[in-house]
């Protein structure tokens, strides 16, 4: 695999950030990652996780508006990038080839 | 109808929160930690989602926050806002850097006199800590580079008599012994080490040198790991008569010839032909000799050797143990050696144990060269002398810092941050460190030569050779950096812009005034004790060179007799009498006093059916060895010539332990001493037998020309050189095959203080670098002092004072210091001469002069320091001082 390194954790978070879409801002992805992995996932993982991808450049992110459900605070809403759809797509396929040699041994 | 109280996280949650959290990210966090709390309470309940709030908050202490936190303190707090996210300005960018640079340069340029200082103190500090680090190192690097080194053992004995007794060194057959009985030991050597005499009879000029020899078996250079350059290691002495030299020998011996297949000569008597040639031998092993023999010839050249009963100091057996032998259980197995080469009563009074390689250099009970914990106090003088520096450091640079707080205050009105501030402080502190460092590696390279000179060492500062050192010496730079750097960088960088502007710094925001005294003080209180027992060792050094020892030393020459047969003494001493420089020939075995060659034996009086409690000194010499030396007889008459034993002189302390009451009675009296019967003819008035340290001992005298190995010329002043030129010509022209050497008395028994000699050349080492270092801690405070009271001193100008009473005024100060440091250097430094004086039986008393002296010497260099500070400032014209508001 080339360019930046992408953790089993950051893979998960950015495949969240895909799944929500539009509403993808950092509690809502560790909703969403609990709900779906039934793992203790941590704000302050999954922030880390978020800088780290935006550096990376998988992520982009901008601040959206202030609502009254969070102490008048605004929300960063993160966006996928080709850059981190490709590193997604990339990280399947090799995972595929993988699950192929092992269904097919004498390959 | 109660109105439902809105829920809030927990307030300590929050606040630890806020303290984690850097500042950039601070409203989207908290937006979402609010909204996570929210959503708890409804599903789980106020209390649950308390819990979960602080849980999340304490997670928030991960590395990735806490190094932007840092990062977001040390810089102000209105620019980030404007900042883009996560960015943060860094004190450290290259057009910074820069800047730093130039600024340290001007500062350093400018301030000379003050860098100069620094530089020094600090070079000397780091140069001693480079040298004991590189002579720690040395010694702990003792024999690590064998590869079996942690299987390889030498064996130790321990005499049971009235005390136990332990030596490195054992009874010949007991390397036989253990390759035959144990099954846990994989390979033995004995390594037998003589001085010896190389000679080369085949060649013309028959050149002779002396260098130490050691008989090995062949698998020694299994054992340890000395490498071949020619030669084979399996056989090169596995045949009788063959030898292994260094290449520096080969060299010496044969200049660019091939050694290999040459052979030489050992002691005039064996021949052996060289076999291999190794590689020279690396600085840190204690295994010295240069020339290695064959086993089985010492069978040959020393067959009295081989026995159970007596242990040659130079006898060592190194063996390899099997991989995954337990040593312990090894050294309990060797209990049975005891008992089967023993009889009953000796099995009780030898015991052997195995000691590790890596312990011979540190275990000083086997004549180990350094103990661990002696390393230990080195290391620890070594750290003292840096952090010292390091303060003195500090001290210069605060108490400058008030001169600059105009410059600082300035930069911080424009805009400068606290984190730009300190690390220029750095920068500067960098400089400084860096040239006092490159001083400090100089000095120590120049130095190197006399440390090892005077300890004997071969310590090498080769920074490619040995990864430690240069590691070592990154370190002590970065961390005298950061130490000598950081605090005057924390606190400038902390001024208040207005104060600094307005030149009215108090101490307390310098800071630490009485530490800094408590400094000055703990340094002179060093210096001072270093100073009294210099004083107090020159002393009894000069007592023990200078006082009466009883007889006389002055003007005589030892030479050594190779072959003792009368008839070559009589030789001898016909073809020297004649020699006109020469007024006085005496064969002897040693002069009265000797710190070697001394033999203590056995002596039974006069029909007294069992030997005496005590040992008696045995000396031999002709009837010329009482007038030679000037020792007078307080009764009988002096010896009678002859060629062996027939009569005894004592001296008056064996007269005393024989437990005779007058020297006239045992007159005539029959004596058996060394097993030789003979008659006392005289006793001798008593002289020093041996140092200042011992009591004088019971010593005999008596004819036996077998045991005359020396010959001492009393020779006359005039002419010297030519008298011991013509004395060379003469003894080589009688011992054509031995090798020429001499030594005045009084030098010889100089040997008695080596050691004292060097723990003093160490003291005034240390006395030295203490003086220096505490006077540079006292310029760093009165330059602090001064700058204080500029304004004072103007003031008191103004209404009359003179320049004495100003300068009293810091006199007085360091007047107080001095004295206290000196109360708590007196008991100490008393305490640890007395301790030193105690061990000599003869020694010189302490006086008040001495505690005085050291007073008076640190007032003088106190007085040279301050005074040239204090006179400078109140010598300031008081218009300039007042004026600076």
């Known amino acids: 695999m080339g360019r930046s390194y992408l953790g089993e954790f950051e893979e998960l978070v950015l495949l969240t950030v895909i799944v929500l879409g539009a509403g993808a801002y950092g509690l809502s992805i560790a909703e969403e990652l609990r709900q779906r992995t039934n793992r203790t996932i941590s704000l302050s993982a999954v922030h880390i996780a978020l800088y780290r991808l935006e550096e990376k450049g998988f992520v982009t992110s901008q601040m959206g508006g202030a609502t009254l459900s969070r102490g008048g605070r605004k929300k960063r809403l993160f966006m996928i990038t080709t850059a981190g759809r490709n590193m997604l797509t990339e990280i399947q396929e090799i995972r595929n080839q993988f699950w192929y040699a092992i269904v097919n041994p004498a390959q | 109808m109660k109105k439902k109280r809105q829920a809030t996280p927990p307030r300590f949650a929050h606040r630890l929160f806020r303290l984690l959290c850097p500042p950039e990210l601070f409203e989207e966090l908290e937006g979402d930690m609010q909204e996570q709390f929210e959503l708890d309470v409804n599903r789980a309940g106020e209390a649950a989602a308390r819990k979960t709030y602080l849980l999340e908050a304490v997670k928030f202490a991960k590395p990735y926050y806490l190094k932007r936190r840092i990062a977001g303190l040390l810089t102000s707090r209105r620019k980030t806002k404007k900042k883009v996210h996560y960015y943060s300005p860094k004190p450290l960018s290259t057009a910074m850097i820069k800047n730093y640079l130039t600024v340290a340069r001007r500062t350093i340029v400018r301030y000379k006199s003050y860098t100069l200082i620094n530089v020094l103190g600090l070079a000397l500090g780091l140069s001693c800590g480079i040298l004991i680090f590189s002579l720690v190192n040395y010694h702990l690097g003792f024999d690590k580079f064998h590869a079996n080194a942690d299987r390889v053992y030498r064996i130790t004995s321990e005499l049971h008599n009235e005390t136990v007794s332990k030596y490195g060194s054992v009874p010949q057959p007991i390397g036989a012994a253990m390759r035959d009985d144990y099954p846990f030991v994989e390979k033995v050597s004995m390594l037998i080490s003589f001085g010896g005499n190389i000679s080369f009879p085949s060649r013309r000029d028959n050149p002779k040198f002396d260098d130490g020899v050691a008989y090995v078996e062949p698998d020694f250079f299994h054992i340890l790991d000395f490498p071949f350059l020619a030669g084979n290691p399996e056989d090169a002495l596995s045949q009788p008569n063959s030898a292994v030299i260094t290449e520096r020998l080969a060299e010496k011996y044969f200049k660019k010839d091939q050694a290999i297949g040459k052979s030489f000569r050992l002691d005039n008597k064996t021949d052996f032909t060289i076999t291999g040639i190794l590689k020279n031998l690396p600085e840190n092993t204690d295994i010295r000799q240069e020339i290695y ?28 143990l099997k991989p995954g032998t337990d040593a312990s259980k090894a050294d309990e197995a060797m209990a049975s050696i005891s008992t089967k080469y023993y009889d009953a009563k000796d099995a009780k009074t030898f015991k052997f144990h195995l000691q590790p390689l890596s312990d011979i250099h540190m275990n000083q009970e086997f004549g180990g060269a350094i103990a661990k914990s002696q390393l230990f106090a080195l290391s620890l003088i070594g750290l003292f002398l840096v952090i010292t520096a390091c303060v003195n450091f500090i001290n210069l640079a605060t108490a400058q810092a008030l001169g600059r707080s105009k410059e600082i205050g ?36 120049l130095t190197l030569p006399f440390m090892n000179e005077m300890l004997s060492t071969r310590v090498t500062l080769d920074w490619l050779k040995d990864i430690n ?69 020159t002393g009894q050094m000069r007592f023990n060179t200078q006082a009466d020892m009883g007889f006389k030393k002055d003007a005589i020459v030892l030479l050594s007799v190779p072959e003792t047969s009368p008839a070559k003494q009589s030789a001898m001493r016909a073809r020297f009498s004649q020699l006109p420089g020469v007024e006085k020939v005496a064969f002897l075995s040693a002069p009265p006093a000797s710190p070697e060659n001394n033999f203590d034996t056995g002596i039974r009086y006069a029909g007294r059916p069992e030997n005496e409690k005590f040992t008696i000194f045995y000396k031999t010499g002709d009837p010329e060895y009482l007038s030679m030396f000037g020792l007078k007889l307080v ?8 060629d062996t034993t027939r009569e005894y002189l004592l001296n008056e302390t064996a007269v005393e332990k024989l437990g005779v009451k007058s020297p006239q009675e045992v007159i005539g009296k029959n004596v058996n001493i060394n097993g030789r019967n003979g008659i006392i003819v005289g006793v001798m008035k008593d002289f020093h037998s041996k140092s200042f340290r011992e009591k004088i001992d019971p010593v005999c005298l008596t004819t036996r020309a077998a045991d005359n190995a020396q010959c001492a010329l009393k020779v006359s002043n005039r002419n010297l050189a030519a008298t011991l030129a013509s004395i060379q010509k003469l003894w080589n022209e009688t011992n054509p095959d031995y090798i020429y050497s001499y030594q005045f008395l009084d030098e010889h028994l100089q040997h008695f203080y080596e050691l004292d000699q060097l723990i003093l050349q160490l003291m005034w080492l240390f006395a030295g670098i203490a003086i220096f270092i505490s006077s540079l801690g006292l310029y760093g405070l009165i330059s602090f002092m001064v700058a204080q009271k500029t304004k004072e001193i103007g003031v008191r100008k103004t209404l009359g004072a003179g320049v004495g009473s100003i300068v009293w005024l810091f006199g007085r100060q360091f007047a107080h210091l001095l004295v206290i440091a000196f109360v708590i250097a007196a008991p100490i430094g008393w305490w640890l001469v007395d301790k030193y004086l105690a061990d000599f039986q003869y020694h010189i008393e302490l006086n008040l002069t001495t505690f005085i002296a050291a007073l008076g010497i640190t007032f003088l260099i106190a007085i040279l320091t301050v005074g040239y500070r204090s006179v400078k400032a109140a010598l300031i014209n008081p218009v300039n001082a007042l004026r600076s508001e």
């Open chain 2, 410 to 445: 300035v930069r911080k009105v424009m805009g400068s941050m606290k984190g730009q501030l300190f690390w220029q402080f750095i920068v500067e502190t960098g400089l400084i460190t860096l040239i006092a460092f490159i001083f400090a590696i100089g000095l120590s390279y």
């Open chain 2, 293 to 320: 023999l064959s086993y089985p010839s010492i069978k040959q050249t020393t067959p009295w050797l081989n026995t159970w009963g007596g242990i040659l100091s130079a006898t060592q057996a190194y063996i390899l």
């Open chain 2, 635 to 642: 009764a009988g008459r002096n010896l009678v010539p002859s």
């Open chain 2, 469 to 537: 050192q240069p590691i070592f010496a990154a370190c002590l730079l970065v961390v005298v950096i950061f130490i000598s750097g950081s605090y005057p960088g924390l606190v400038l960088a902390g001024f208040q812009p207005i104060t600094a502007l307005k030149g009215k710094l108090t101490q307390s925001q310098i800071g630490g005034f009485s530490i800094r005294k408590g400094l000055v003080i703990a340094q002179f209180a060093i210096s001072q004790t270093l100073l009294i027992g210099t004083i107090v060792i």
